[in-house]
């Protein structure tokens, strides 16, 4: 279960949601899921970033996918070093199992043929005319006490509106001494600007984002984290 706002209203009514809840097959090679399923799209950018609890990832934090959402999943390790994976869902998130005809339909693959060093490559296809999709490659390198994160994301026709296409990059990396870890963290989110407009069409949610701070672990399942976050729009106003 997870509980959380049902809405982007702001209001501060809160739901519970069924998050998961699905049937799994697993061997050495293949893994299926039918159900309410966790989705591969940003998984393993949330893990390397590490700070969920205090800004979610890229593209959470965007809405360029879904972290769970109604359907069926497969992937399959060609090789130790390759693993791909596909996925047919629902589109509309956990939040929202809505019975229309419009699915959504991605496709993975991840590779690890150095020791620590992943790199994956992500795509997706949902709507019939005007298509919303999104195409995304990520790189993240961990060993030791060290955690290096890059991603490019790409959306063409956001909400299959034609034309509404957005990029997105994002930088992130932590250094942990026994229980303390530094971390930092640079998003950059923009949009296209149409013909014979002046701004970008998402011009209001256009900009940077800087995250940095130390996170303590006194003892386990306790973080103290005192960061620093500022948020920079395109249009010249500034959050911190």
Excluded: C
């Excluded at 591969?40 to 609890?53: I, P, S, T």
């Amino acid at each position: 279960l997870d509980v959380a706002n049902p809405s982007d209203g702001g209001k501060l009514d809160m739901t519970a949601f069924l998050k998961n809840a699905y049937v799994q097959y697993k061997n050495d090679r293949l893994t299926a899921k039918f159900g309410m399923i966790g989705l591969n799209q940003f998984g393993m950018q949330e893990k390397m970033w590490g700070g969920r609890y205090l800004y979610k990832s890229f593209q959470d934090q965007n809405k360029f996918g879904h972290s769970a959402d109604l359907g069926i999943f497969a992937s399959y390790k060609l090789i130790d070093q390759i693993t791909i994976d596909a996925a047919i869902t629902n589109g509309d998130g956990y939040k929202s199992v809505e019975g229309d005809s419009i699915f959504k339909y991605s496709a993975g693959a991840t590779f690890n043929f150095i020791d620590g060093l992943d790199i994956r490559a992500y795509y997706d296809y949902m709507g019939m005319t005007d298509a919303q999709q999104t195409l995304s490659f990520y790189a993240g390198y961990s060993k030791e006490n060290i955690k290096i994160g890059a991603e490019y994301n790409q959306q063409l026709n956001y909400g299959t509106s034609l034309g509404k296409d957005r990029t997105g990059l994002s930088f992130y990396g932590s250094y942990k001494v026994k229980n303390t870890r530094l971390f930092a963290r640079y998003d950059q989110l923009s949009s296209v600007t149409f013909a014979g407009a002046t701004d970008p069409w998402n011009n209001g949610k256009d900009g940077q984002a800087i995250i940095t701070g130390i996170e303590f672990n006194p003892v386990k399942g306790v973080k103290i984290t005192p960061n620093y976050q500022l948020w920079m729009n395109n249009d010249g106003s500034s959050d911190e």
